[in-house]
């Protein structure tokens, strides 16, 4: 379903599921990292109403995961660039992944994708410095989010054609988004 | 063989190979674009002592295109982000793509890549503001291209591994390079 792209390093897309919302990819020696890509593949959207809060993990100096909130990742706004060079010596923020006790290495980074409904994701404020460009910023996802959430329709018809169906893929089932 | 995405897009995945080692994307609505990043689908590597220079190319006022070089991939740096907001009032630069007659509208762009040997791509000069990080300058770029090329080889063992293969893939045929 995502697809993860450290600047200057070879694409992932297949992200670790460690909960029926939650994926999360590994990022290694994440010192050396400027920007990061977080994108939809393509071959699942979201269920309706539900998009992903995007997060970056990094081990603190007692080796603690630290997590911060870069942006958000809708079928509307599939994919997302963020900047995580100046977030290392941020503090964290609540997130989503406390139950998952992922094992922190010292110089491995997380990002951690979580599927959560559209109107919880915008009472959720990222961490200014992550934003590459004004096209990401907040207050333009919200109005973007309200407004026409299926323009996007079309052109992912289109992708899904192009795209190698991907039987392993990970998707939420719709009976899990029901029950919330 | 390239994967092309436009922040806050969906993924693309499937260039037009409008000759045996060149490739484009056509990028819509291009005056509302960003950034683009452009990156190595990871199934089939560049061949021994070749990479990838990256153009984009716009119509200007009169329709003609506006070719510009905005970098590099290599299989040892196989993505890069690029900015290209603020690259619509330069001028062109020399390009490799000067026979393809591509088709110009009035709001689409093209992101081309050339397949070149890698000491050409040594001598073209990006455009300065295409680029995004530090890690991208062309400096680094060609330090770490003399240095060592092959240590991404097992990185993209697993994930090759990892992807589905996709057998409309284009590749560029050995003997084509051999006749360089």
Known sequence: MFGCLVAGRLVQAAPQQVAEDKFVFDVPDYENINHVVV???????????????????YPDQSGMAVWQLLGFVTNEKPSAIFKISGLKSGKGSQHPFGAMNLPQTPTVAQIG?????????????PVASAAVSSVD????????????????????????????PNPSEAFIPANVVLKW
């Open 39 to 57: 994108f939809m593949l393509g071959t699942i959207p979201f269920p309706e109403g539900m998009g992903g809060s995007v997060y970056f993990c």
């Open 137 to 164: 910023s907040f207050t333009e996802f919200t109005q973007k989010m309200l407004d026409n959430f299926y323009n996007f329709a079309s052109s992912f018809a289109v992708t899904q054609a192009q795209m190698t």
């Open 113 to 125: 994708i979580s599927v959560e409904l559209l109107e919880n994701l915008a009472q959720q404020t």
